[in-house]
């Protein structure tokens, strides 16, 4: 069964920076795409960044391809987003995601993934 873990959460202080990881089990390297995805309260979830697993072209989101970084360890089986110059409006639960099946185009919605980690919070106050 396919289980995606984040961690690295956590309090920082606005202009900090602070790096999530998202480890996998269960998922092979034919694991179609990942994906960083982070819900505020009230909101909808909000893509920030995913990778084609094998090819591994990404795709950033608008409001964070300036402050936001993406990488991998395909060796470890993990995702990483690191995130820097963080606001207070940065603050939200961040999910890790992946899909397995293929797609006509990039996907970048919650709904076109099928396995979600627990999700990390992320705080960004003074």
């Known amino acids: 069964q396919a289980h995606m873990v984040e961690s690295g959460g956590g309090l920082v202080q606005p202009g900090d920076s602070l790096t999530l990881s998202c480890s996998a089990s269960g998922l092979t390297s034919s694991t179609y795409s990942r994906a960083w995805f982070r819900q505020a309260p009230g909101k909808e979830r909000e893509f920030l960044v995913g990778i084609l697993w094998n090819s591994g072209a990404t795709n950033y989101g608008a409001s964070v391809k300036d402050r936001f970084t993406f990488t991998r360890d395909k060796a470890k089986n993990t995702i990483y987003l690191k995130m820097f110059s963080l606001k207070p409006e940065d603050t939200a639960v961040y999910y890790c995601?992946?899909?397995?099946?293929?797609?006509?185009?990039?996907?970048?919605?919650?709904?076109?993934?099928?396995?979600w980690g627990q999700g990390t919070q992320v705080t960004v106050s003074s």
């Open positions: 995601a992946g899909r397995r099946s293929g797609s006509s185009s990039f996907p970048k919605f919650a709904e076109q993934y099928d396995i």
